[in-house]
């Protein structure tokens, strides 16, 4: 089935930036719909980003948008999440997700996924 192995992660201070891989070793079928989570303990995954690899379509969760970038390397396998003037409150721990059903009212949404990365932890400093 392959797998999503995700890097980047790191600690860094408010206003500054991360980018974040992952790369899938799975079919390629799988990747009609990727998205970014993120989780902190005692909280429930939240849906950070998503990107349908074909068209590049993106969306982005309230949170993020206009400081984060979803993006797709389709040749290299690769999901990207840039990541720009980081808040302390984007601490957590950064999930890449795969087999999406493309539906977009869930793009967002953890159990619209099958596939999931081991998580790359990120933490921003004030």
């Known amino acids: 089935q392959g797998h999503l192995v995700e890097s980047g992660g790191g600690s860094v201070q408010a206003g500054g930036s991360l980018r974040l891989s992952c790369v899938d070793s799975g079919s390629t079928y799988r990747r009609f719909c990727m998205a970014w989570f993120r989780q902190t303990p005692g909280k429930e995954r939240e849906g950070v980003a998503a990107i349908y690899t074909g068209g590049g379509v993106t969306y982005y969760s309230d949170s993020v948008k206009g400081r984060f970038t979803v993006s797709v390397d389709n040749a290299k396998n690769t999901l990207y999440l840039q990541m720009n003037s980081l808040k302390p409150e984007d601490t957590a721990m950064y999930y890449c997700?795969?087999?999406?059903?493309?539906?977009?009212?869930?793009?967002?949404?953890?159990?619209?996924?099958?596939?999931w990365g081991q998580g790359t932890q990120v933490t921003v400093s004030s």
């Open positions: 997700a795969a087999g999406g059903s493309g539906d977009t009212a869930r793009v967002l949404t953890a159990n619209d996924y099958n596939i």
